[in-house]
């Protein structure tokens, strides 16, 4: 049913929006050209910021430093009720989407799906988006310099996430 | 802070590799990551050039502005000094609605478009705030339909697959409404210490 719904959104829109500019007459085909032509502008803008970025964050990862940082915190978390199986999704889920997922899909093969390690990681995973991504992206795509306090709005909102799934799966769904 | 959380990244990483032996793995990474980071802007570019085309089609035609006369009341107590600019509000509701049904494609273009409506108030490339309660809002993501999470989950043979949308959707609710929260806390902190910036 879900599957269902979320294959048939993008079609839809699609459907509406073009049937309502015929609809009215409109010269979409234009249009459709017209709006492309600012995306080419805006992917190539991104460009250096995600580049940057992500030799930043690989390089930080490959050298195992990374790894090492979680360690760390594996006790700092664990004091607030945090499984140490999911400290390292924890801190990865902002810094990095793929890094993230495959995290996900490796604990979710471990401990099963329907485990309560199983859940939380899904939960985790889908209640938040990757911070410093999205900052990368919409920051550098209207080449903003100084977001101010935005990294840590997102990092607080992220923390606040891992503790609420914990709590909801465990009252919702154990 | 990106700044210093940029080179950070790096920094440690090489020292991190000197110590450790790991400088081959770094050094090969440097290449393939920004290889990686064309592929994927590549993909964005497909992603970017369809729904921006979509999208000029919506706003021209007048769809967008009716989408947004609905949630108007609520989005100009959000973002108080986009009060008298319905187009970034509209790509801000498209945004948002495109986000809540796990279209990330179609989201991530709407956004854009929003920070360059935003941007018109910005000076010397600064952040505005609006931008910043947006960002918050994206960050924490408010999702619906986890689609990505379901499909590994039936790849694992979970018996229920969907049990966790309740718990998705709760999650980014509560995560939403302090990422609003500590976005409004530290932007009147600023104020006092700045002595402010102009609404």
Redesign the interface.
């Known amino acids: 049913m ?2 269902t ?2 294959l048939w ?2 079609p839809m ?2 459907l ?3 049937s ?2 015929t609809f ?1 007459r ?1 010269p ?1 085909y234009e ?10 502008d ?3 803008s ?2 250096p910021y ?17 790894d ?2 979680i360690q760390l915190f594996v006790p700092v978390l664990a004091f607030f009720g945090v499984p140490a199986e999911i400290v390292p999704l924890a801190i990865v889920r ?1 810094i990095s989407g793929t890094a993230s ?1 495959a995290m ?2 490796e604990l ?2 471990v401990y ?3 485990s309560f390690i ?2 939380l990681v ?11 991504y ?2 990368t ?3 550098g ?14 990092l ?3 923390f ?2 891992v503790i ?2 914990i709590i ?2 465990k009252l ?2 154990m | ?2 700044h210093l ?3 950070l ?2 920094i ?3 020292v ?2 000197m110590i ?1 032996g ?1 400088m081959e ?2 050094n ?3 290449l ?3 290889a ?3 592929t ?3 993909q ?2 497909s992603i ?11 706003q ?4 967008l502005q009716q989408i947004t006369k609905l949630l108007t009341p609520f989005l100009k107590r959000l973002f108080p000094d986009l009060r008298h600019n319905n187009v970034a509000l509209g790509y801000i509701v498209s945004n948002v609605i495109a ?1 809540m ?3 990330g ?2 989201a ?2 709407l ?2 478009k929003a ?2 409506e ?2 018109k108030d ?1 000076k ?4 505005t705030r609006s ?2 309660t947006f ?2 809002i ?4 408010f ?1 619906l ?6 499909a ?2 039936m790849q ?17 609710f ?3 409404i ?2 609003i929260l ?2 409004r806390y ?2 009147h902190r ?1 104020i006092k210490r700045n002595g402010g910036w102009k609404e």
């Open positions: 879900i599957q719904i979320s959104i993008m829109l699609i509406c929006i073009l309502y500019a009215k409109a979409a249009w459709f050209v017209e709006g492309g032509k600012e995306g080419i805006i992917a190539i991104i460009l995600l580049l940057g970025m992500f030799v930043s964050i690989s390089i930080l990862r490959e050298s195992g430093a990374l090492a940082f902002p997922l996900m899909t979710t093969k099963g799906p329907d199983g859940r899904a939960t985790m995973q889908g209640s938040t988006d990757t911070t410093l999205i900052l992206v919409y920051f795509a209207v080449q903003i310099k100084k977001m101010k306090y935005a990294m840590k709005v997102g607080l909102a992220d606040v996430s609420v799934s909801i799966v919702l769904l | 802070m990106i959380i940029w080179a990244m790096a440690i990483g090489i991190y590799a450790h790991t793995e770094v090969e990474v440097i393939t990551s920004a990686e980071s064309v994927l802007t590549i964005l570019l970017l050039v369809f729904w921006l085309g979509m999208m000029k089609i919506a021209e035609v007048g769809l986000n049904f796990g279209l494609n179609a991530t273009p956004g854009i920070m360059q935003m941007k910005s010397d490339g600064e952040a931008m910043i960002l918050a994206n960050t924490s993501s999702t339909i986890p689609t990505t999470v379901i590994i989950r694992y043979g979970s018996v229920s697959p969907t049990d966790i949308v309740i718990t998705t959707i709760i999650s980014s509560v995560s939403v302090c990422a500590f976005d530290f932007y600023d």
